[in-house]
């Protein structure tokens, strides 16, 4: 969905509009955690199907993707999206991916099930090593010793994050560690679906709303084998509020907060720059695991508030030198094909 600006906007007007952006990613980004926390593991709800919650949200976006076509159509001069007509033979071809996409979800709601918001983001934290890890043993592409620096610090990071959230008061160990290989599995996943979405997006003509699109068609069906085998029907079936207008509601906008985040993700992208909203995100975890440790009522030791320092300020370096190495090779090829 592409909104039309004019290129002679004036420079407050600019400012505004980045800080709205920011404002809607951040708020987007924060809500979609904790709403996924308390659909998957709160007191309130105690239901234990994180594959139909996920399915659901499988449902959301397609059904929002022909929505946001329907808008398109009528109103073409506001807003435009990519005509959605099923191929069979393009969801096909994308089933590798989707295999994926069903595993990052899967496995990022699985660590939302077992650790805690405030871990959540260390929990992660390896998406940005298995990119540099995967990149070269599929892709061939060669990294600095600065930037394996960085990685390095996010592995301590994690690790250190790892054993001091095992000692927090009232966490159980067993649980903490499964949801530490649920978000190992997911950064993994992460990481795989970023390499496939470059070699398969021509698919789709490159268009990212018709990739998600047909990713979510697919998942939806490779999902209602998955919900029948974990025996999530019967739990499903004897949950208390199935019927419950209120909690349907809360599905519906889990939903829609996460089609919204890809949206709000590359718009601040589109208004400010990759490095930028790397920064935001980074802020953006920051204010998330202060916000989530308040809200609990929990307290953290150094080591653990430490951990957290290390894997964001690793993550935000590694953002940074892989920009820095990205100009240096791109000045490099203008002065080669000059001389040329």
Same mark, same amino acid.
């Given at each position: 969905?592409?909104?039309?600006?004019? !290129?002679?906007?004036?420079?407050?007007?600019?400012?505004?509009?980045?800080?709205?952006?920011? &404002?809607?990613?951040?708020?987007?980004?924060?809500?979609?955690?904790?709403?996924?926390?308390?659909?998957?593991?709160?007191?309130?709800?105690?239901?234990?199907?994180?594959?139909?919650?996920?399915?659901?949200? &499988?449902?959301?976006?397609?059904?929002?993707?022909?929505?946001?076509?329907?808008? $398109?159509?009528?109103?073409?001069?506001?807003?435009?999206?990519?005509?959605?007509?099923?191929?069979?033979?393009?969801?096909?071809?994308?089933?590798?991916?989707?295999?994926?996409?069903?595993? !990052?979800?899967?496995?990022?709601? *699985?660590?939302?099930?077992?650790?805690?918001?405030?871990?959540? @983001?260390?929990?992660?934290?390896?998406?940005?090593?298995?990119?540099?890890? *995967? #990149?070269?043993?599929?892709?061939?592409?060669?990294?600095?010793?600065? $930037?394996?620096?960085?990685?390095?610090?996010?592995?301590?990071?994690?690790?250190?994050?790892?054993?001091?959230? /095992?000692?927090?008061?009232?966490?159980?160990?067993?649980? /903490?560690? *499964?949801?530490?290989?649920?978000?190992?599995?997911?950064?993994?996943?992460?990481?795989?679906?970023?390499?496939?979405?470059?070699?398969?997006?021509?698919?789709?003509?490159?268009?990212?709303?018709?990739?998600?699109?047909?990713?979510?068609? @697919?998942?939806?069906? *490779?999902?209602?084998? !998955?919900?029948?085998?974990?025996?999530?029907?019967?739990?499903?079936?004897?949950?208390?509020?199935?019927?419950?207008?209120?909690?349907?509601?809360?599905?519906?906008? $889990?939903?829609?907060?996460?089609?919204?985040?890809?949206?709000?993700?590359?718009?601040?992208?589109?208004?400010?720059?990759?490095?930028?909203? @790397?920064?935001?995100?980074?802020?953006?975890?920051?204010?998330?695991?202060?916000?989530?440790?308040?809200? /609990?009522?929990? #307290?953290? #030791?150094?080591?653990?508030?430490?951990?957290?320092?290390?894997?964001?300020?690793?993550?935000?370096?590694?953002?940074?030198?892989?920009?820095?190495?990205?100009?240096?090779?791109?000045?490099?090829?203008?002065?080669?094909?000059?001389?040329?």
């Amino acid at each position: 969905l592409l909104l039309n600006r004019s !290129m002679d906007e004036p420079l407050h007007a600019k400012y505004t509009r980045i800080f709205l952006v920011v &404002c809607s990613y951040w708020s987007v980004s924060i809500s979609l955690v904790f709403v996924n926390k308390h659909l998957l593991n709160s007191d309130a709800l105690q239901l234990d199907a994180p594959l139909f919650v996920t399915w659901f949200q &499988c449902i959301v976006t397609v059904v929002a993707c022909l929505i946001l076509r329907i808008v $398109a159509t009528h109103f073409p001069k506001k807003a435009s999206f990519p005509p959605v007509n099923v191929d069979i033979s393009k969801a096909k071809s994308l089933l590798p991916l989707s295999f994926v996409f069903v595993g !990052m979800i899967t496995f990022n709601n *699985l660590c939302l099930q077992y650790v805690g918001v405030a871990f959540y @983001n260390v929990g992660r934290s390896l998406t940005t090593v298995f990119n540099l890890v *995967l #990149s070269f043993a599929i892709l061939g592409q060669k990294t600095s010793s600065l $930037a394996i620096l960085t990685c390095g610090i996010i592995v301590f990071g994690f690790l250190l994050g790892v054993d001091q959230e /095992s000692e927090s008061p009232g966490t159980e160990i067993e649980s /903490s560690y *499964l949801g530490v290989i649920y978000g190992i599995l997911a950064s993994l996943c992460v990481s795989l679906y970023a390499i496939l979405t470059k070699k398969l997006l021509p698919v789709v003509d490159n268009q990212i709303w018709l990739l998600t699109y047909y990713n979510n068609i @697919n998942a939806s069906l *490779l999902f209602i084998p !998955m919900i029948y085998f974990n025996a999530e029907v019967g739990t499903l079936i004897a949950f208390p509020y199935i019927g419950f207008v209120s909690f349907w509601a809360m599905m519906i906008f $889990a939903g829609l907060l996460g089609i919204s985040i890809a949206y709000v993700s590359s718009l601040q992208i589109q208004v400010t720059s990759p490095l930028t909203h @790397n920064i935001s995100g980074t802020a953006k975890a920051c204010v998330q695991t202060v916000l989530a440790v308040s809200f /609990s009522n929990t #307290s953290k #030791s150094f080591l653990w508030w430490f951990s957290n320092l290390l894997v964001l300020t690793g993550s935000l370096a590694y953002a940074k030198v892989r920009q820095d190495e990205m100009k240096t090779a791109h000045h490099t090829k203008d002065s080669t094909d000059i001389k040329a």
